[in-house]
């Protein structure tokens, strides 16, 4: 069994910034990307960042210069830093992730965290 355990959200003014933080915990044998997806009310989901075990890195054009992921393999923990948070960056983010355990490879999702950016 594998969690997904995000923290980090919170409320911010426009221009500020929020660290995200998501931790894998269970029987993991291999991660293959770990990144951050977004929703907001009355929005489809939509990928904000991701970052896969041979280092590539994509970004949502919306974010690029604003965000960075990172992530830190001992601890099985990805990380997205926002910057220059404007109010359209107000959703709830989602951790995801490929992950192999015993089981073959599935995908996970954390609970979400929410992120309100006011103006």
């Known amino acids: 069994q594998v969690q997904l355990v995000e923290s980090g959200g919170g409320l911010v003014q426009a221009g500020g910034s929020l660290r995200l933080s998501c931790a894998a915990s269970?029987?993991?044998?291999?991660?293959?990307?770990m990144g951050w997806y977004r929703q907001a009310p009355g929005k489809q989901r939509e990928l904000v960042a991701i970052i896969y075990s041979s280092d590539g890195i994509n970004y949502a054009d919306s974010v690029k210069g604003r965000f960075t992921i990172s992530r830190d393999n001992a601890k099985n923990t990805v990380y997205l830093q926002m910057n220059s948070l404007k109010p359209e960056d107000t959703a709830v983010y989602y951790c995801?992730?490929?992950?192999?355990?015993?089981?073959?490879?599935?995908?996970?999702w954390g609970q979400g965290t929410q992120v309100t950016v006011s103006s």
């Open positions: 995801n992730a490929d992950i192999t355990t015993v089981l073959p490879l599935r995908n996970y």
């Open positions: 269970g029987s993991i044998f291999r991660i293959n990307y």
